[in-house]
């Protein structure tokens, strides 16, 4: 008898040799695995068979609603922002308008120490276009008050506004804008201490031509042509 078999136990359970029999795990798991990823695989390539015969039959339909959705997408990014009438909701196709430097008339109002600088300025803008009303020293409410380049002044409402805006082309810093109640179309420009001169006069052409005739820009960077 092998010293491995059991006390007690002969026969048919005797065991014979010097080793103990191996034991294996059973193979089972391992098959039910593979099975189970080879069902998932079948399964998938048929869903994806599947959506692929459904999209030829319909003409590819879903592939190009998609498309249209993300071009309107980048489209409606682009594209400017417009009311119900196509025109822009900020002006509604009005553009603002302005009147030549002819129908501008300025009143220059010396509140500067400087003597002879009202008399100067208003020489240059006549020959510039403007329309030249009373040059003089400041009232004494902003005699020697102004300390910045100078003030210009007009009467309330879009009309005064586009006065303003007009005479503002002349100079390299804008001045400070004020309005007043008065009833008449000209407007003032009070010299202030920082005043050094008047902008040079092409730069002031291409500031009126772009104030004429703004040039419209794109409501997105990111838009391409």
């Known amino acids: 008898m092998s010293m491995l078999t059991p006390p007690g136990m002969g026969g048919k359970y005797r065991i014979t040799g010097n080793r103990y029999p191996r034991m294996r ?19 998938s390539l048929g869903g994806w068979g599947t959506l692929q015969l459904i999209d030829i039959f319909s003409g590819g339909t879903s592939a190009n ?11 409606a990014d682009c594209a400017p922002e417009t009311n119900a009438e ?5 002006n509604d196709g009005k553009q603002a ?44 409410e902003f005699d020697k008050k102004v300390e910045n380049t100078g003030i210009l002044m007009g009467a309330q409402g879009e009309d005064g506004d586009a006065r303003l805006k007009v005479l503002s082309t002349q100079f390299a810093e804008d001045p400070e804008t004020r309005f007043d109640d008065r009833k008449g179309e000209d407007v003032d420009f009070i010299i202030g201490k920082k ?3 008047l902008v040079k006069e092409k730069e002031a052409d291409a500031a009126l031509t772009a104030l004429y005739d703004p040039k419209p820009s794109p409501s997105r960077s990111h838009c391409k042509d």
């Open 25 to 43: 795990r059973p193979r089972n798991r391992r098959r039910i695995v593979l099975a189970s990823l080879t069902s998932v695989c079948v399964l």
């Open 65 to 75: 609603a998609a498309g249209s959705s993300s071009k309107g997408k980048e489209g």
């Open 86 to 90: 196509g025109q822009s909701p900020k």
């Open 97 to 140: 308008e302005y009147p030549e430097p002819g129908a501008v008339e300025v009143n220059v109002l010396n509140a500067t120490d400087r003597s002879g600088l009202a008399r100067s300025i208003a020489d240059e803008l006549k020959k510039r276009g403007f329309k030249i009303g009373e040059v003089k020293n400041a009232p004494a």
């Open 195 to 197: 005043y050094e001169k």
